[in-house]
């Protein structure tokens, strides 16, 4: 599995079945440094397809609800054709059962259209230093979905379903809790005075380990079976 790194803004898909909404993040992708020239258009998971098999795109800004299909069947289906690809999902729906879904599927961030256009901005910039963007709104539907009682003695919460927690090195877990905080790869090897790439090594073996492919993947994940507190 692919360890998530700071992409380019440049090009964009940007896939929603609305004009306005596509014009919209259009722009704001064009306040970022995007040229309209690279900024392509879909609105349909039909659509969308058709363009990432044409090119190869910094990142794809992905709506759910959409005329043929779901938004988290196509990050789905980009996860298994074009995995080192981005998704970001930018939608109206904020369900629990939705977002997580989303995030399962590959998205590496997830935002809402009702944010105005300059905290979409901001957002959407911090893809660039390797940030997985969520929605504060969303964050907290993922915390207290996370949520649960300790239980007696303090030991870590065992999965539901009987199946075994994964084993991370004290380096993996004390990694992991800085990705919790959201540091990128340079700011935790920078804080542990080791070099990027073992910073990357480490996070590829937490990926492999918790069967995940991205950063918040890997924290919902890590909470969920205890190995964050």
């Given at each position: ?27 704001v ?76 599927a ?88 080791i ?23 890997a ?11």
């Amino acid at each position: 599995m692919e360890v998530i790194e700071p992409v380019h803004l440049s090009p964009a898909l940007v896939v929603d079945d609305e004009p306005a909404v596509r014009q919209r993040l259009a722009g704001v992708l064009q306040g970022l440094g995007c040229p309209p020239e690279a900024i392509a258009m879909a609105e349909s998971v039909a659509k969308a397809r058709d363009r990432v098999g044409e090119r190869r795109f910094g990142v794809v800004l992905v709506d759910i609800g959409l005329p043929d299909g779901s938004g988290v069947e196509f990050i789905g289906w980009m996860r298994r054709h074009q995995p080192d690809t981005p998704a970001v999902v930018i939608s109206a729906w904020r369900t629990e059962d939705v977002i997580v879904s989303a995030l399962r599927a590959g998205a590496i961030g997830y935002l809402l259209k009702e944010r105005d256009d300059l905290e979409l901005s901001l957002a959407l910039r911090s893809i660039e230093r390797g940030g997985a963007p969520i929605d504060p709104f969303v964050a907290r539907r993922i915390m207290g979905l996370l949520a649960a009682p300790a239980p007696p003695g303090g030991s870590s919460p065992a999965p539901s379903d009987g199946e075994p927690v994964p084993s991370l090195s004290p380096r993996e877990r004390e990694i992991l809790r800085l990705v919790a905080q959201g540091l990128s790869n340079r700011e935790m090897a920078d804080l542990l005075s080791i070099s990027k790439l073992t910073v990357e090594c480490h996070t590829k073996n937490i990926y492999r380990k918790l069967v995940v492919n991205s950063r918040t993947e890997a924290v919902f994940e890590a909470r969920r079976h205890g190995l964050l507190s």
